[in-house]
């Protein structure tokens, strides 16, 4: 992974990890340590499956530029109906505390999103390649001797 992409990871799963453990913290003290387990096991599945779809995108944006837009809102469909159905899953379950499950999923989905909007908000990125403006002012003019 390059160093920009490492470091637009690090930017989004930081805040994640965080506000996930605010609410694990929470869980625990409201619902006990089934509250603390189900809000561990939705903070890491939302971590998990956007850090996936994160790298998908940044694979698409390189090699498949032209499906890029496309394939960014396949992605977030298929998240939100695979988190959609994690929830349907574990909605009954005895292990873990379901509605502290679903809240810590929703609470980290929305802080991921949150965060990479602002990394990318922050990100230096060029709108303009600065190599090709130089490459069309010598075609214009010729090479200067």
Do not use: C
């Not at 992409?5 to 805040?15: S, W």
């Not at 965080?18 to 903070?43: D, F, M, Q, R, Y």
């Not at 190599?131 to 214009?140: G, I, L, P, W």
């Amino acid at each position: 992974m390059p160093s920009n992409d490492a470091r637009n990871l690090l930017q989004i799963a930081v805040p994640t990890a965080a506000a996930g453990a605010i609410v694990v913290a929470v869980s625990a003290a409201v619902a006990g340590g089934k509250g603390a387990l189900g809000a561990t096991v939705g903070t890491l599945l939302a971590i998990l499956f956007m850090g996936i779809g994160l790298y998908v995108l940044q694979w698409t944006a390189k090699t498949l530029p032209q499906l890029f837009q496309a394939m960014g809102l396949m992605l977030y469909v298929a998240q939100l109906l695979l988190l959609l159905i994690f929830v349907a899953l574990f909605q009954d379950t005895s292990l873990f505390n379901a509605k502290t499950f679903a809240i810590s999923l929703v609470v980290a989905t929305v802080v991921w999103m949150a965060a990479q909007a602002r990394a990318h908000m922050k990100a230096k990125i060029f709108y303009i390649d600065p190599d090709s403006a130089k490459s069309e002012k010598t075609e214009k003019t010729g090479p200067s001797s």
